[in-house]
Each structure stands twice: as C-alpha cells, then as structure tokens.
C-alpha cells in the first residue's frame, strides 16, 4: 500500500497531468474520478520494465547534443523501456465512446502512473547517482530514437512495438535514457516545446520540480 505521501504525490502529478496549475483548487469530484481511475489502472494495468547498461554513447546519441549534454560527465547510462500494458489502452478506448469527461482523467491517471512506477522501479536499480529518466522528445531530440531504445533492448518481449505510423504501442508505454554518475537535473531551458509550452503558461512544468 501506498503511504500519503506517495498517494499525493502521485495525485498531484496527475493533477498536472490534467493541467491544474499547483496548488490550484480541486473539486470534490474531480478527486473521485482520480481515486477511481488509480483503483482501476492498478486492476488493469500489466506493468513491465526492460533496461541495459552501457558505456559510451549510441550513434543516435552522438549525433544530437541535447543527448551528450545530458550524458557530460557520465559514468554510463541505462537504456530503459517500460508500458502498463495493452488492458488499459483497451479500456481508455471503451471510456472514449461511452465517458468522455472520466475518459481524460483515466488518460492521465495511466500516464501519471506508469511515470510513477517507473520512477519506483529506478530507485530500486543498483547503481549509484542515477539521474532522471531522458525520453526522446525532450530537449530538441527525435521522438523516432525512441524505435532504436526499443529495437535495442527487444521490448516486443513486454509487448512493445511500433504501428507504420511510428506511434509506439501499447500508448501507455515509454523508453528512454538514465544517465549514471554527474549532475542531472531537468529543465526548461533548451526544451523544443518551450516556446508554446501549456505547462509554462500555467505556472508549472512538465515534470516534478523534485528531480
């Protein structure tokens, strides 16, 4: 079982999620949903992590410098890829033409959560001075580098793979990078999405101010 701290935690990071600014007023049914759309992601979700250590660089790393940016003063790195499962896609695509208005809760409730586990699961790796986890996307890279973390690590063995799209699926599910060793904080300098970021505009980010 969760302790408060946790489940406020993970509350406000759905709260954030959803786009409330902190310390924002909150109503009372608001915070129903979301304590049934937590009950219902721990029944359906099927949380899996894959991870592997290196060295030195990847070719796709070496050829952005948001990624050796990141990695200045590493030891090494994790390559990590994790989901919640297929279940919870399924039964978001059931809220979506039958609740909308839970719909959106329960969509960032699953994204809440499994950024929650994962962080859970981070902590309990046995390496020294982790830093946060780096997904693609973030800070001007490519969300497409994501196929190679997943390509690399053979998720397909926890049920990841890509659509012709390049929409990775189960939609729930991530890959990314933690840097091992030297200073790693996030923010919201250099950031591709800075300059039309909804987060900004409401006083918050998109990540936890504790990492």
């Known amino acids: 079982m969760k302790s408060e701290s946790s489940n406020k935690e993970l509350q406000d990071t759905i709260l954030r999620y959803l786009g409330y600014p902190p310390e ?5 049914d608001i915070l129903q949903r979301i304590d049934r759309a937590v009950e219902e992601v721990e029944k359906l979700s099927s949380f899996h992590y894959l991870y592997a250590h290196f060295t ?10 948001a990624y050796m940016e990141y990695l200045s003063g590493a030891e090494g790195f994790l ?17 979506e033409l039958t609740d909308m208005a839970y719909a959106i809760v329960f969509d960032a409730t699953c994204s809440a959560c499994l950024e929650y586990k994962a962080d859970e699961y981070e902590r309990a790796l046995p390496y020294p001075d982790k830093g946060f986890r780096f997904c693609p996307g973030y800070g001007g890279t490519s969300l497409d ?20 799209s390049g929409l990775m699926v189960p939609l729930k599910s991530m890959a990314g990078i933690v840097k091992l060793g030297g200073e790693s ?13 909804v987060f900004r505009e409401r006083g918050t980010r998109c990540y936890s101010s504790k990492v």
């Open 24 to 28: 924002a007023p909150v109503g009372e």
């Open 185 to 197: 904080r996030k923010s919201c300098e250099g950031c591709v999405a800075r300059a039309g970021c």
């Open 56 to 65: 030195e660089p990847l070719d796709f790393m070496r050829h952005n410098a």
């Open 79 to 95: 390559l990590c890829a994790t989901t919640l499962g297929a279940q919870v896609d399924r039964h978001l695509k059931r809220l």
């Open 145 to 164: 580098d994501s196929r190679d973390i997943v390509l690399r690590l053979r998720a397909d063995r926890i049920g990841i793979t890509f659509l012709d």
